[in-house]
């Protein structure tokens, strides 16, 4: 049996359960402007995927930059789904979202 397509599953499943939560936070926290360190993750994920010798470490460090990369979108609509008010508003940025 093979059963690395589960496993790339599962670390699939996970890393969007991890940047999901993560996102949120560093959206509450910081802002938007926060969006340039998800790119430079997903870049050190990238080169880090290119040049891993097991394929197997290669492909995980891929999908944690797709993910990275895809968590740009989601602060700036994050930080618009504060604004419409779906989600709680970090007080002390309150000028953040006029």
Not at 9 to 34: D, Q, S
Not at 40 to 67: D, E, H, K, P, R
Request: aromatic content about 18%; proline content about 3%; overall charge positive.
């Amino acid at each position: 049996m093979n059963y690395i397509g589960l496993i790339i599953g599962g670390v699939t499943f996970l890393a969007i359960g991890l940047f999901h939560p993560l996102v949120i936070k560093a959206e509450y926290y910081f802002g938007k402007r926060i969006w340039w360190v998800f790119l430079a993750m997903g870049i050190v994920f990238t080169a880090l995927s290119l040049y891993a010798t097991n394929g197997y470490a290669s492909i995980i460090l891929g999908v944690l930059a797709c993910s990275s990369f895809w968590s740009i979108g989601e602060i700036i609509a994050q930080h618009e789904r504060v604004r419409k008010g779906w989600f709680p508003m970090n007080p002390k940025r309150k000028a953040d979202y006029m």
